[in-house]
């Protein structure tokens, strides 16, 4: 049984009701439903094959759902396009990083901003002073947030010459350039060594506590997931099979048999 929740139900960021997302003949998510609460990390975790990035990709507009409901901020988001969904909040990063690997890392920042131009082509043209203004601001925004990660030293530097961890950080600058009140991140610690996994968790603290901001992420690694989640959701089979507090997750027989399996000799 899920344990009661900290927060009340007006404070929900993000809802799904009845999720269930068709591939085929494969039903990959099954009637889910999600509820992410203002200023939390909610964690998504589940077997490989679970379903976890069809939710997310549900949610940032990749798929349209057979059946349910995406509600963002109190306004159904379903079936929208992804960059009408970055523009209303809602901000993500991959599982296999997606940078423009021949632009520089501040460059790549400021990519995330223009969902919040509003330079139409004829300032662009014309270099008009407003045009001139909306470029500063997004600069300044780029590098604010190139900072925040620790990358200023290779703001000119191409993406892709950069270490595997420090494009990882660069993706989630990005996202953050975007303004987002919800960002989404799929298994953020992948390929990290422990040093950068527990910097990539320290990060995530500091930045709820600082900014307007919640987050939902799928991870693999339980450590980081019992480090630094509110709350838990676990998925198996594209169902969700249990929620709760993390220490409360991590002794449930349910999730514990959706890992590791039954033994044979059980009913």
């Not at 964690?43 to 995406?70: C, Q």
């Not at 991959?94 to 690997?101: A, D, G, T």
């Not at 303004?179 to 422990?194: A, I």
Request: proline fraction near 4%.
């Amino acid at each position: 049984m899920a344990m009661p929740r900290r927060l009340a139900d007006n404070d929900v960021v993000l809802k799904t009701t009845g999720i269930t997302k068709i591939f085929g003949g494969l039903r990959a998510v099954s009637d889910f439903d999600l509820s992410v609460h203002k200023g939390e990390i909610l964690s998504l975790i589940g077997p490989n094959g679970a379903g976890k990035t069809t939710v997310f990709n549900v949610v940032t507009g990749i798929y349209s759902p057979e059946h349910g409901d995406v509600v963002f901020l109190g306004k159904k988001i379903t079936g929208r396009k992804p960059h009408s969904i970055v523009s209303s909040g809602i901000a993500r990063t991959f599982q296999n990083i997606r940078l423009f690997p021949d632009m520089t890392c501040l460059e790549n920042i400021m990519a995330g901003q223009h969902c919040r131009a509003r330079s139409g082509i004829f300032s662009s043209v014309f270099r008009t002073p407003a045009m001139r203004r909306e470029e500063e601001r997004i600069r300044t925004v780029a590098e604010q947030r190139i900072a925040q990660v620790e990358l200023a030293p290779f703001a000119h530097e191409l993406a892709k010459n950069i270490a595997y961890g420090s494009q990882r950080m660069l993706e989630i600058a990005r996202a953050l350039a975007t303004e987002p009140r919800l960002l989404v991140l799929d298994e953020p610690s992948s390929g990290l060594n422990p040093k950068e996994t527990q910097d990539l968790m320290s990060f995530l603290k500091r930045l709820i506590a600082s900014e307007d901001l919640t987050i939902l992420l799928i991870e693999h690694d339980m450590n980081v997931v019992m480090g630094i989640s509110d709350w838990v959701v676990v998925m198996d089979e594209g169902k969700k099979i249990a929620e709760g507090i993390p220490d409360a997750i991590y002794n449930n027989p349910d999730v514990i048999e959706a890992y590791l399996g039954r033994d044979e000799g059980e009913a």
